[in-house]
């Protein structure tokens, strides 16, 4: 039986800690009682939430309480965090605004076991995405299989877990990496990030090393988005469904044959289903990959000055299995960007938004859209204020 810790971040949002404490007393640690619960609290120059890790009763094992003289900061504070994996066989890491399900303990184990000695994998992710992280108004569908997982190519903050071997793969890398600098290699998003971020080196870390995150179809954990060091106000927009109940978890191998997507959520080995070499094809249904990523092949929803050598429908879900099925219609586009041609007028991105929106009710659409654009440069605006009024 491995070590297994879970380490929570604490700063100065006490509620939310309280919630997600609440939520762990009701995991099944399968009759465990050697659970190490760590709270770890930045330096917030008050006292509330450390008062209360010290006075908190942890029923399944041991508590231990680490508290800093100063300020890390978030990026910091979460590196210091991921080397408890030299302690402890395995180690979840959960900031204070997540909430888990009863199954987390039985996910989390049995994935970092599985995993365990799997170099193609940096981590284990307990959040499952609904959005696509580079653009959050659309939807992101993975292809689902008998198995309780698949494979992207990005790390998650949103619930995650660590174990010895990867975490020291990941340091080894960053500390040869620590200055972030601009690249077009990567997500042009991630070049956005500020430098509080831990998160934008993993994801570049497990881009420029090919690495992988294993990510439930159902999440294990769920985001608050309480309001913080990157977050002005709560939001419910990263709230998922949870899986309840569930004791025992499959998981695939990962090989050419496994369900992966690369760090832009596309799907990976589509080149097969096309009769073309994988490593000609360029699939970039979402529209946010770069000119200078494109091969001879091009998988597209956007007009291009190409010749267009077959068509798919945008209709089936997720979007690949079209191509996978080989359902002919209109709005997938294979181009071979070797042969120019004039591009026909096809709106791409306004059939990507209609086929994530699913509704072609603009008429009850616009009138909530409006609404909500206003009451959010409102809600910003006063929240400027507030702050300016603290300072």
């Known amino acids: 039986m491995k070590s297994f810790a879970i380490v929570i971040i604490g700063y100065n949002r006490l509620p939310g800690l309280k919630r997600l404490v609440e939520s762990l007393e009701k995991v099944d640690f399968d009759n465990r009682h050697d659970i190490h619960l760590i709270f770890s609290i930045d330096n917030s120059g008050k006292k509330e939430v450390e008062n209360y890790a010290n006075d908190y009763n942890w029923p399944f094992g041991e508590k231990h309480v680490r508290t800093f003289p100063e300020r890390q900061g978030l990026k910091k504070h979460i590196l210091s965090c991921g080397d408890f994996t030299q302690k402890y066989d395995i180690v979840a890491l959960l900031e204070d605004d997540l909430f888990v399900s009863d199954s987390f303990y039985h996910y989390a184990y049995q994935a970092a076991d599985f995993y365990f000695d799997d170099d193609n994998i940096a981590g284990i992710s307990l959040y499952g995405f609904q959005k696509n992280w580079l653009n959050w108004v659309l939807r992101f ?10 494979f992207l190519k990005v790390a998650q903050s949103w619930g995650q877990v660590w174990t010895n071997r990867k ?73 998922v469904e949870l899986m309840y109940g569930k004791k025992e978890y499959k998981f695939p191998d990962f090989s050419s044959s496994s369900i992966q997507y690369d760090e ?128």
């Open 141 to 150: 569908e993975p292809q689902k299989s008998d198995y309780d997982s698949y």
């Open 264 to 391: 832009y959520m596309n799907r990976i080995g589509l080149g097969q289903y096309l009769e073309i070499p994988e490593d000609e094809l360029c699939v970039d249904f979402w529209g946010t990959k770069p000119k200078s990523q494109y091969k001879r092949y091009l998988l597209s929803l956007e007009s291009k000055d190409y010749q267009v050598i077959k068509e798919f429908a945008l209709s089936l879900r997720p979007i690949e299995l079209s191509v996978m099925l080989g359902i002919q219609g209109k709005g997938i586009f294979l181009y071979d960007t070797n042969q120019t041609s004039k591009a026909k007028k096809y709106d791409g991105e306004y059939q990507r938004y209609l086929y994530s929106i699913r509704s072609r009710e603009s008429g009850k659409i616009f009138p909530f859209a409006i609404k909500l654009r206003i009451k959010d440069v409102w809600t910003r605006g006063i929240n400027k204020i507030r702050k300016k009024l603290h300072k």
């Open 167 to 239: 975490w020291s793969q990941f340091k080894e890398w960053y500390n040869a990496h620590s200055d972030f600098t601009k690249s077009d290699t990567i997500p042009e998003y991630l070049n956005t990030w500020p430098e509080s971020s831990w998160l934008k080196y993993h994801d570049r870390y497990c881009i420029e090393t090919n690495k992988y995150f294993v990510y439930p179809y159902v999440s294990i954990s769920t985001n608050f988005s309480d309001s913080g060091e990157h977050s002005s106000q709560t939001s419910t927009d990263h709230q």
